[in-house]
């Protein structure tokens, strides 16, 4: 609403401004009036144009504006020169000439203008302006706030208006499940906005004309060539597919998890009943399910358990040991005995 209040404001300014100095000698009503309302119109046209060009885009045009205007300068200069054409002639041409090489160079530098690389050109600091995208999902996760305070995040941060709206939504939400994780992604965002060493910025640019948040999410990477931090697999797979560059919180836990082999002996604490008959499941810290043989009767204590294999799939890595009851260098931990001693 801001925006537009903005726009109507300029048009009301522009066709006020006409009415009053009359140009062309226009008469005040209702000539100059009109024609100012409607060259104020034509310019918030042109601008609602240019907010949907990426900054590739917008360079190129930019050069190849100029580029077209010199070219149109020194051709005008020899026309000037040459007696055989009559005054008004020769500043026809001259017009004509610098409308054309604009609108070529503008179109050609439009069209070419996603070619350039703006890290070279611009040098790393400018590359880096805009370096990552927060989508909704990795704000309600909460993990990315860890990960910017430990530094492996640097560079500004980028929140959308339009995923700030759908964090807002989830908030308001009548289911409380929802209505907490909404609640609990405004407050990750409150926190990441604290740290003194980041630069975080709320974006308004916006892209009516597509529905999915996702897909806006994608549009606003390949215009301003940031990064989506997200933990979303669809989103994943649709940005690169896209060619966008994706930053996956749940590839870092998985690639950061210890690395454990079969044949190496690993102490866990069997919390539950496995599905498979005298089976007891574990968890690592890191969250990684332990499924263990013969270690039925163990829950609730802490035993060495040889690890057998390790399964990695998409939703994470699973381990798989077993329990050895009768072998000497295998000891249990009974974790009641253990808080007792303490």
């Known amino acids: 609403m801001g925006l537009w209040s903005l726009r109507v404001l300029f048009v009301i300014i522009l066709a006020a401004t006409s009415y009053y100095f009359r ?11 009109i024609f100012g309302g409607i060259l104020a119109l034509a310019i918030v046209v042109f601008e609602m144009r240019v907010r949907r060009l990426s900054l590739k885009a917008l360079v190129g045009a930019a050069f190849g504006s100029i580029a077209g205007i010199l070219g149109a300068s020194l051709i005008s200069l020899v026309l000037s020169r040459m007696t055989f054409f009559d005054s008004p002639s020769a500043t ?3 017009v004509l000439i610098l409308a054309f090489m604009t609108y070529v160079g503008l179109v050609l530098g439009v069209a070419k203008g996603e070619f350039l690389s703006l890290e070279e050109f611009l040098g790393d600091r400018a590359g880096k302006k805009f370096t ?13 706030a860890d990960i910017i305070e430990t530094g492996f995040l640097e560079g500004q941060i980028l929140v959308p208006e339009f995923v700030l709206r759908e964090l807002q939504l989830v908030a308001d939400s009548a289911d409380s499940i929802k209505r907490n994780r909404g609640r609990r992604g405004l407050d990750i965002l409150q926190k ?16 009516p004309e597509i529905r999915e948040v996702d897909m806006k999410l994608i549009e606003l990477a390949r215009r301003t060539g940031a990064k989506i931090v997200t933990n979303d697999f669809n989103l994943n797979k649709v940005a690169q597919l896209r060619g966008v560059e994706v930053l996956n ?19 866990v604490f069997i919390l539950k009943e496995g599905k498979e008959y005298n089976q007891g499941v574990a968890y ?11 270690a039925r009767k163990m829950i609730g204590k802490t035993v060495d358990i040889l690890v057998t294999s390790v399964l990695q799939t998409t939703a994470g890595k699973m381990i798989f040991g077993k329990f ?3 072998s000497d260098n295998k000891v249990e931990f009974d974790r009641d005995r253990v808080h007792s001693q303490m």
């Open 192 to 207: 990441i906005q604290k740290n003194a060493n980041l630069n975080v910025q709320i974006v308004e640019m916006d892209f």
């Open 249 to 267: 919180i749940n590839e870092l836990a998985n690639a950061i998890k210890p690395v454990v082999l079969p044949g190496e002996t690993m102490r």
């Open 23 to 33: 140009p062309f000698g226009l008469p005040a009503v209702p000539h100059a009036l």
């Open 324 to 326: 050895a009851e009768q």
């Open 92 to 94: 026809f041409l001259q």
């Open 132 to 144: 990552n995208i927060l989508d909704t999902s990795v704000i309600i996760d909460g993990r990315v």
């Open 284 to 294: 690592l810290d890191d969250g990684t399910m332990v499924v263990v043989d013969n």
